[in-house]
């Protein structure tokens, strides 16, 4: 949600809104005698009440209409079961999560009005209580539950490789997911276009267009160069930067530690203000990061511990809904996309872990989350084709033979193969590699040749001499 906006102007907002029978259009608002604000910030204004469920909102572009909410009913309580975050409360609606009993008494606590929650600062207790590999947020069965949903068929390939194969997929999901979690208008298809095509949807500003392709540019910053896809300080100012990119008030403040205090829309909760203890905190949470060796432990704590923080003036949950992925990218574990996860579900649990250093109703949606993505990538995970993990042991070997005959102006032939064997191939593997080479033989062009360090020229002139032969 947008921050340095100030609590008692959005009060008003929605004050004036609920109190008004019929719905009003932004301009109708920007027309409101005594009503000096710009109507971008109005809009981010609107987007934050609408995130918070203090509004409704209708229509779309300029059609968009705002409207009085009837007051929400209080969820209710049943008795939790063995299975995690799947106790049935009035929250687990097509709007919510299934909320464990412990996330439903969180969402009941943060739901009060803002006069009878306290306000509070930076705990550093939350975070010096927590021992990496000794605390555990999420229980070992859980971790258990999750890694058995998230394998892939890639599992026993390098880092990064089964994110590359979605990369297309992981893009539009993401960048749309997490945007949404913004107030980010854009619909899925929207965002296919904007990606796939560049093709700006219309009747949506440059912020929200902006903010879908700073996503596209961080995704792609982790899986295209899986040593990005680490738990770093580097790596998260770099996430900010990109995510950032255009959308903050003060240009140097994108991808550097924040230097003046920030507020939370929304919540009474006052983040640390000096620079210097900030910085050296942003430092202690990474490393605490690092040093979990359970990457779905390690995703939640990031979750968790960068918001919390607020290392940056704006975008923190960005970074953080990012940056949870870095475990998953790097473990080749199926990819946190935040597909489908309800707003307000995402705000109530990032409030319970701003005021009330709760983690539980977090934890939920971040469950749900999960089990979501990994739904959405079932058909991509059976369609995609297994590894050769002959040839992936033998990469390196492959390339240097093909690489030498190339340029020694050899004819592709077994013969030709067999006397560059490296010494690395076994006797016993031999014979399969030599059919292996010949078969990337028959495949190679100028194109790909590259993949073996072999330069188009260099596959020119070969290719003449043995142009009949291929």
């Known amino acids: 949600m947008p921050r340095l906006t100030p609590p008692q102007e959005l009060d008003k907002l929605a004050e004036w809104i609920n109190a008004t029978p019929a719905e009003v259009s932004i301009d109708a608002l920007l027309q409101q005698p005594g009503n000096d604000t710009p109507r971008r910030t109005l809009q981010r204004h609107l987007a934050l009440l609408v995130e918070q469920q203090r509004i409704g909102v209708s229509g779309e572009g300029r059609a968009t209409r705002y409207h009085r909410l009837s007051p929400p009913s209080k969820p209710t309580q049943q008795s939790p079961t063995t299975a995690p975050a799947v106790a049935a409360t009035a929250a687990g609606t097509a709007d919510y999560v299934p909320a464990s009993a412990e996330g439903a008494a969180i ?52 880092a990064g490789t089964f994110a590359k194969d979605i990369l297309n997929r992981l893009l539009i999901d993401l960048s749309w997911a997490s945007s949404h979690l913004e107030g980010n208008t854009y619909s899925r298809l929207d965002t296919e276009r904007l990606i796939e095509f560049g093709q700006a949807a219309e009747g949506k500003n440059a912020l929200e267009t902006q903010m879908i392709l700073n996503h596209k540019q961080a995704i792609e910053y982790l899986v295209l160069q899986p040593e990005h896809a680490q738990v770093h300080t580097d790596t998260l100012i770099a996430l900010h930067a990109f995510l950032s990119d255009g959308l903050m008030a003060d240009p140097a403040a994108v991808g550097r530690i924040r230097r003046r205090a ?209």
């Open 262 to 470: 920030v507020e939370i829309g929304g919540s009474l909760y006052l983040p640390i203000a000096l620079p210097q203890r900030l910085e050296e905190l942003f430092g202690i949470v990474t490393q605490m990061a690092a040093e979990i060796t359970d990457p779905f432990e390690q995703a939640f704590f990031l979750m968790v511990h960068l918001p919390y923080l607020q290392p940056f003036e704006d975008v923190n949950k960005r970074v953080s809904r990012l940056a949870a992925n870095i475990p998953f990218i790097h473990h080749n574990l199926c990819p946190l996309s935040f597909i489908d996860v309800p707003q307000q579900a995402y705000v109530d649990a990032m409030l319970g872990v701003y005021e009330l250093n709760r983690v539980d109703l977090l934890r939920d949606v971040f469950v749900w989350a999960y089990e979501r993505s990994c739904q959405q990538y079932v058909a991509v995970k059976q369609n995609l084709v297994p590894p050769d993990i002959f040839r992936l042991r033998h990469r390196l070997a492959l390339a240097e033979v093909i690489a030498a005959i190339v340029r020694q102006g050899d004819a592709a032939t077994e013969e030709a193969v067999k006397r560059r064997m490296p010494v690395s191939v076994l006797p016993v593997d031999q014979e399969h590699f030599v059919q292996l080479a010949l078969a990337e033989f028959g495949a190679l062009h100028a194109g790909n040749a590259v993949r073996f360090g072999i330069r188009p020229l260099e596959f020119g002139e070969w290719a003449k001499g043995y142009n009949g032969d291929r």
């Open 107 to 158: 969402r009941a606590a943060i739901s009060q009005p803002r006069h009878l929650r306290k306000p509070v600062g930076y705990q550093l207790d939350f975070l010096s209580q927590y021992h990496p590999n000794d605390t555990a947020y999420l229980p070992h069965d859980l971790r258990e539950q999750l890694h058995g949903l998230g394998r892939s068929p890639a599992e026993q390939t390098p």
